[in-house]
C-alpha cells in the first residue's frame, strides 16, 4: 500500500455554510469526485483538490458505494465531517494495479498507541441474503478463532473484516475461551446483525509481547457505519433551541422539542438524539439536573456529542462507548480544519460603520413577472429534502432584474415560509404561482449570521426601502402550455427530469447521467 496514503481532511461549517464543493460520480469515472471547489471555502482551505476522491467520510470506507449513499452519510454528519481523500492520479494508478485502498493509512494517536498496526477493531455487520461473507477456523497450536474465506465485496468484508483476524468478541462478550461449536452459537442467536471485535495478527503479536489485557478501549471505531456526531452550537437570543429530557424506560439524556430556526436545528440535532457528552465530558452516569448544569456551564457556546437512535443501538449491541469516537477524533493528527483556518490572521479591511452592517442584515423580497423564457433561474435542492438555494441566475433575466443572486437562500414563495419545505414542494408553488412570482431570500452569510443570532427571517426585517423593484415582462402573455414549465428552470430545453431530481443540469446525451451534489 505504499505510495497510495490518503489525506485526512477534517471540514467544519457554521449555521447557513456549505464544505464548498461538489460531490459527483461521472460516467466512465470511478469513484465519488471531488468537484466545483469553492475558491476560499472550507474544503479549498482545506486542501481538497478538483478531482480528488473521497475514501472514507467519517471513517467508513465508501468508495464502492452508491453516490446517494454517500451523500447522505455527509448530510447526516452534521456541522464537521471527516474525510480521507487520495488524490486522482494516486486513485487512477491504484485502480490500474487491483491495489485494494480499503485499508486505512493513517490512524489517529489514541490510548498511548500511534502504530496502524496497534488498533483493534470494531466491526458491525448487518446479514445480507447471501450472510455475512465469512467463515470461522480454529488451529489445535493455536489459541482462539480466526477468520477465514472473507468473500470480498461481502458484508463482512465491507466492515473491515479480514483474513487471519483473530476473533476477540462477539456482541461484547469475551470468546477468546469459547469453543468453534459455542462462538458460532452465540453468532446464529444474534439474529441479522453481530458486532465483532477483531484484532489482526500483527497487532495481536504486538500486545501479546507487552503482556497487555485487550478489549473495545484499545479499538478503532473507523469501521463502524453509523457514527456518533459532534454539534458545535452558539446560543442563539432565546437560548439554544431545544429541551433535554429524560424518557421513560429508557436510559440517557434526549434532545427534544427542538425550535424551529433555532441554532440547535441549524447545527444538525435530531428529535430524540441520545446526549453523551458535553464539551468532551461524558453524561451517561450524571443525573438530569447534573447534565443540564454541564450545558449552562458552557456559557454561549458548547460542543455536544450525541447519537442517534441507529447509532446508540449499534453501541450499545457491541457494549462500547460512543466516547471512543471522541478520544480518537480528538486525538488525531489532522490538518487543520476550515474552523482553525478560519482563526489566521486575516488582512485588515477598512472599518465599516455599525449602522452599515445592521442594514445589511436583512433578507430580500424579490418580484418578478415571467417572460417567454421563464424567470431565468435554477432552483438548486434535492427531491425530499429541505432548504433551497438559487442558481444559474441568467444575467438579463427577470430574476437577475429582480435582485435574485447565486446562493441565495429561499426563505418565503409567494408569502408561505419553505426553509422546512421540499424541493418538491416549493417547485410545486412556483408552478402554481402564476405569471408573477414574489420571493423573500437571503444571501447565504446573512441567512447564516441571523440564524446565529437565533433571528427569525420574515418580511418584518425589510423596512420601507429593501423591497425589491417589480420587473414586468416586454414579451406577450405566456399560453397555458408555458404556464405549465417548471417554474424554476432558466432553460427551457433543460430535460424537465433533470429539473426534479435536481435543478442544475446534467448531460442527457449519455446513458448515465452524472449525479453531482452541493455541500
Avoid at 469501521?223 to 456518533?228: A, I, R, S
Avoid at 485588515?348 to 417572460?371: D, G, H
Avoid at 432558466?490 to 435543478?503: G, L, M, N, Q, W
Amino acid at each position: 500500500m505504499a505510495g497510495y496514503k490518503p489525506k485526512v481532511i477534517s471540514l467544519s461549517k457554521k449555521p447557513g455554510q456549505t464544505f464548498g464543493f461538489y460531490l459527483r460520480q461521472e460516467h466512465g469515472e470511478e469513484g465519488h469526485l471531488i468537484r466545483c471547489l469553492e475558491m476560499g471555502g472550507p474544503a479549498e482551505l482545506a486542501g481538497m483538490k478538483d478531482g480528488d476522491r473521497i475514501l472514507r467520510v467519517g471513517g467508513t470506507y465508501v468508495d464502492g458505494l452508491s453516490h446517494s449513499e454517500v451523500v447522505d452519510m455527509v448530510r447526516n454528519s452534521g456541522a464537521t465531517v471527516t474525510f480521507h481523500i487520495q488524490d486522482e492520479a494516486s486513485y487512477k494508478k491504484a485502480k490500474e494495479k487491483g491495489v485494494d485502498l480499503f485499508e486505512p493509512q493513517v490512524t489517529p494517536v489514541a490510548n498511548g498507541v500511534s502504530k496502524t498496526t496497534e488498533k483493534l477493531k470494531l466491526c458491525y455487520m448487518v446479514k445480507s441474503s447471501t450472510g455475512y461473507g465469512f467463515s470461522l477456523r480454529s488451529v489445535k497450536s493455536e489459541t482462539g478463532l480466526f477468520m477465514t474465506e472473507v468473500t470480498p465485496g461481502s458484508m463482512a468484508y465491507k466492515a473491515g473484516v479480514r483474513v487471519n483476524d483473530r476473533l476477540l468478541e462477539v456482541n461484547g462478550d469475551n470468546v477468546e475461551s469459547a469453543t468453534h461449536e459455542q462462538v458460532v452459537d452465540m453468532i446464529k442467536l444474534a439474529g441479522n446483525c453481530v458486532m465483532f471485535l477483531l484484532v489482526d495478527e500483527e497487532t495481536d503479536k504486538y500486545y501479546q509481547s507487552k503482556h497487555m489485557k485487550m478489549g473495545a478501549w484499545l479499538a478503532t471505531t473507523r469501521y463502524l457505519p453509523h457514527k456518533p456526531r459532534k454539534i458545535h452550537l452558539t446560543k442563539g437570543s432565546d437560548g439554544y433551541g431545544f429541551l433535554l429530557r429524560k424518557e421513560p424506560n429508557q436510559a440517557g439524556h434526549f434532545i427534544k422539542d427542538i425550535e424551529r430556526n433555532s441554532p440547535a436545528l441549524a447545527a444538525g440535532l435530531k428529535e430524540m438524539d441520545r446526549l453523551v457528552a458535553v464539551d468532551g465530558k461524558e453524561v451517561d452516569n450524571c443525573s438530569h439536573d447534573q447534565a443540564v448544569n454541564k450545558i449552562k456551564q458552557s456559557g454561549n457556546n458548547c460542543c455536544l456529542l450525541v447519537v442517534d437512535k441507529e447509532t446508540d443501538q449499534m453501541y450499545k449491541l457491541g457494549k462500547a462507548t460512543p466516547m471512543l469516537f471522541l478520544e480518537e477524533f480528538q486525538d488525531s493528527n489532522l490538518p487543520p480544519s476550515y474552523t482553525e483556518a478560519i482563526k489566521l490572521p486575516a488582512p485588515v479591511q477598512p472599518s465599516i460603520p455599525v449602522e452599515v452592517r445592521k442594514e445589511e442584515l436583512k433578507p430580500k423580497l424579490c418580484k418578478m413577472e415571467k417572460t417567454a423564457a421563464g424567470y431565468g433561474f435554477h432552483l438548486n435542492g434535492i427531491q425530499g429534502v429541505c432548504g433551497q438555494y438559487i442558481m444559474d441566475v441568467v444575467k438579463g433575466g427577470a430574476a437577475d432584474r429582480a435582485g435574485l443572486e447565486d446562493d441565495d437562500i429561499v426563505v418565503e414563495v409567494d408569502g408561505v415560509n419553505v426553509e422546512q419545505s421540499s424541493h418538491d414542494e416549493v417547485v410545486q408553488m412556483i408552478r402554481s404561482s402564476g405569471n408573477s412570482l414574489e420571493m423573500l431570500v437571503a444571501k447565504k452569510s446573512v441567512y447564516g449570521q441571523l440564524k446565529a443570532k437565533g433571528v427569525t427571517i420574515t418580511r418584518l426585517l425589510l423596512g420601507e426601502t429593501s423591497y425589491a423593484q417589480v420587473h414586468k415582462a416586454d414579451t406577450p402573455e405566456v399560453s397555458k402550455e408555458e404556464r405549465q414549465e417548471e417554474e424554476e428552470e432558466a432553460r427551457p430545453e433543460t430535460p424537465a427530469e433533470a429539473a426534479r431530481e435536481r435543478t442544475s443540469s446534467s448531460s442527457s446525451s449519455s446513458s448515465k447521467e452524472s449525479l453531482d451534489e452541493i455541500f
